[in-house]
């Protein structure tokens, strides 16, 4: 059974780092892709930064030198470090697999808030 778990949100003052983790069992992070999108209330949810099994990384625009993604494919998680947090990166982040074989698993999501 594949389970995506997403950790490390919390309450944060603009200015502030979090580091989430996106920890799976069941399916070898080594061989597939991964993402980490957000969703505001009232807003779509939208993809933050991606890194390929090659190790390829994507930003969007709104996250580009702030937001680091990176992965241990020994502990097979995924990591997004957030550094200078902003007021409009309050969302739920969800971490997305798409594996080898174009399988796609989301986790539950983690809430990350930020004061102004």
């Known amino acids: 059974q594949v389970q995506v778990v997403e950790s490390g949100g919390g309450l944060v003052q603009a200015g502030g780092s979090l580091r989430l983790s996106c920890a799976a069992s069941g399916i070898a992070l080594s061989v597939s892709d991964m993402y980490w999108y957000r969703q505001a209330p009232g807003k779509d949810r939208e993809m933050v930064a991606g890194i390929t099994r090659g190790g390829r990384t994507n930003y969007a625009d709104s996250v580009k030198g702030r937001f680091t993604i990176s992965r241990d494919n020994a502990k097979n998680t995924v990591y997004l470090q957030m550094n200078s947090l902003k007021h409009e990166d309050t969302a739920a982040y969800y971490c997305?697999?798409?594996?080898?074989?174009?399988?796609?698993?989301w986790g539950q999501g983690t809430q990350v808030t930020v004061s102004s």
């Open positions: 997305k697999t798409v594996t080898g074989r174009g399988y796609t698993y």
